[in-house]
């Protein structure tokens, strides 16, 4: 099956490689526990040639409020300290499922209704899964 025309419009930077002691990684990690962020996943997608990212960072909040303040921490953060800004992002207008995409990350931020639906884990079973507390 020939790749979709639209991922090759978002290439993962070759020149950046990702792994979990990366200094994105790592401030992700730290901006979603900041904002006592639940149940932290991140799933290794880097063998799956289906993939778009290199790693999801999955995590859950309470509400709407919570939800909103771990995405924008993640996206401070990342701007001030890794220079990074997202390629885009998703779910800012509801907020029971936000999604930011770094190209090689992909963090979601979700209630854990939306988490226990959707099932992300399950769906990229063949992923590295790593906890985080």
Same mark, same amino acid.
């Given at each position: 099956? #020939?790749?979709?025309?639209? =991922? /090759?419009i978002r %290439? *993962?930077?070759?020149? !950046? &490689?990702?792994?979990?002691?990366? %200094?994105?990684?790592? +401030?992700?990690?730290? !901006?979603?526990?900041? *904002?006592?962020?639940?149940?932290? +996943? /991140?799933? @290794?997608? *880097? &063998?799956? #040639?289906?993939? $778009?990212? @290199?790693?999801?960072?999955?995590?859950?909040?309470?509400?709407? +409020?919570?939800?909103?303040?771990?995405?924008?921490?993640?996206?401070?953060?990342?701007?001030?300290?890794? &220079?990074?800004? #997202?390629? &885009?992002?998703?779910?800012?207008?509801?907020l029971h499922?936000?999604?930011? @995409?770094? $190209?090689?990350? $992909?963090?979601?931020?979700? =209630?854990?209704? +939306?988490?226990?639906?959707?099932?992300?884990?399950?769906?990229?079973? @063949?992923? $590295?899964?790593?906890?985080? !507390?």
């Open positions: 099956m #020939p790749p979709l025309k639209v =991922l /090759s %290439k *993962r930077s070759s020149a !950046a &490689k990702v792994t979990p002691q990366s %200094k994105i990684f790592k +401030t992700i990690l730290n !901006a979603i526990q900041e *904002r006592k962020g639940e149940n932290i +996943t /991140s799933l @290794d997608l *880097r &063998k799956i #040639p289906e993939a $778009v990212a @290199d790693f999801f960072v999955i995590c859950e909040a309470t509400s709407n +409020t919570q939800i909103k303040a771990i995405a924008e921490n993640i996206e401070i953060r990342l701007e001030q300290e890794c &220079k990074e800004i #997202p390629y &885009k992002h998703e779910g800012l207008k509801h499922w936000v999604l930011i @995409d770094y $190209v090689n990350i $992909v963090v979601h931020v979700m =209630l854990p209704e +939306t988490r226990q639906f959707y099932q992300l884990e399950e769906m990229w079973s @063949d992923a $590295v899964i790593q906890k985080y !507390a």
